[in-house]
């Protein structure tokens, strides 16, 4: 009997991401659709096993490489895994991070904030991965959305940053709940983004379903017509018996995005990208006027091809999902 096919990259993550799940191997050989010989046979030695992926090749870094790695940590005090992607740099974060750590000019001065995952949260994200890598949504058709907030003294946890320890530290002045803040909705697909929708007091899933019909009806008929798929957040205004009878009364088909996985939404890039812009070199505002106008102003400047980007990236995040075991 010929050998059976080779166990894809997704594949081989999946197995790694679910035995550290805790569970069996017949239930892994159920989750992805392989016999349990394939699943034991790969398990036994996940490095040398002869339907394993391989990488081409040892990239290393130069020391050009090194420099922009600094500088840009530097100038931006972004994350290894920013900087990483930025750059292009054919090596992952953790190198990147090696060379920020050996840099006696750079200090990090606090770590990074992720959303707290429990085993289920995992278990779905590495179910979410696995399915929509192999036979996942036609991404080209998703219409990705969130909130935001915005406050005038600056995004919050904003104020830590790689410091060039050669300079003087940034200073920011500090009001009282960030001297006040501003709340919008929008949402991108991969063939532009919606105008931006300024909340306003309380929402409720009533103000929810105004914002949908005003900001992302227009924008999906105007690319997709009723062909597209809709990601959100798993809020509860977002997910009520009143918003379910408001899709199904629009013919709105919902992605179904796991939770706490903000990694898994692109337009979570576009906020940030959002955010340098607003409070580039250190910007405050005086009123919540000035912080909209500054908001739309560089919506503006978030342009498709960057969008495009963003979007044909979500392969590549489920599959770190799955590297990193569902992290």
């Not at 940590?73 to 990483?84: K, M, V």
């Not at 003294?153 to 803040?181: A, M």
Request: proline share 5%; net charge neutral; hydrophobic share 35%.
């Amino acid at each position: 009997m010929g050998k059976g096919p080779c166990l894809t990259e997704a594949e081989t993550a999946s197995i790694l991401a679910y035995r550290d799940c805790g569970l069996s191997m017949n239930e892994i050989a159920d989750k992805i659709g392989r016999s349990r010989r394939v699943v034991q046979n790969f398990l036994k030695d996940p490095e040398n096993y002869g339907c394993n992926y391989s990488k081409s090749g040892n990239p290393k870094l130069t020391e050009r490489d090194e420099r922009h790695i600094i500088r840009e940590a530097s100038e931006s005090g972004a994350s290894s895994s920013t900087i990483q992607r930025e750059l292009d740099l054919p090596v992952s974060p953790r190198q990147v991070r090696r060379v920020l750590a050996a840099s006696e000019h750079l200090n990090w001065e606090k770590m990074t904030k992720v959303p707290k995952l429990e085993d289920r949260h995992i278990s779905k994200r590495i179910d979410y991965a696995t399915k929509a890598m192999e036979s996942g949504p036609r991404w080209k058709n998703v219409i990705f959305s969130d909130e935001k907030k915005f406050n005038l003294d600056g995004p919050d946890g904003f104020q830590y940053y790689w410091r060039d320890l050669r300079t003087e530290p940034r200073t920011i002045f500090s009001r009282h709940s960030g001297g006040g803040s501003v709340q919008v909705w929008a949402a991108i697909c991969y063939h532009g983004k919606s105008e931006i929708a300024f909340l306003s007091g309380r929402q409720t899933s009533e103000t929810y379903g105004r914002t949908l019909q005003e900001y992302l009806l227009p924008f999906a008929d105007k690319f997709y017509g009723s062909d597209f798929i809709f990601m959100q957040d798993n809020a509860s205004i977002h997910c009520s018996n009143l918003m379910k009878q408001w899709f199904e009364a629009h013919n709105v088909e919902l992605l179904d995005h796991p939770a706490n996985s903000p990694d898994l939404n692109p337009i979570e890039n576009c906020w940030a990208q959002l955010t340098r812009l607003v409070y580039a070199n250190g910007k405050q505002y005086h009123s919540v006027e000035e912080l909209k106008t500054a908001i739309a102003e560089n919506w503006k400047r978030i342009d498709v091809p960057s969008l495009q980007k963003l979007i044909d990236s979500m392969p590549l995040r489920l599959r770190d999902v799955l590297l990193n075991r569902g992290a």
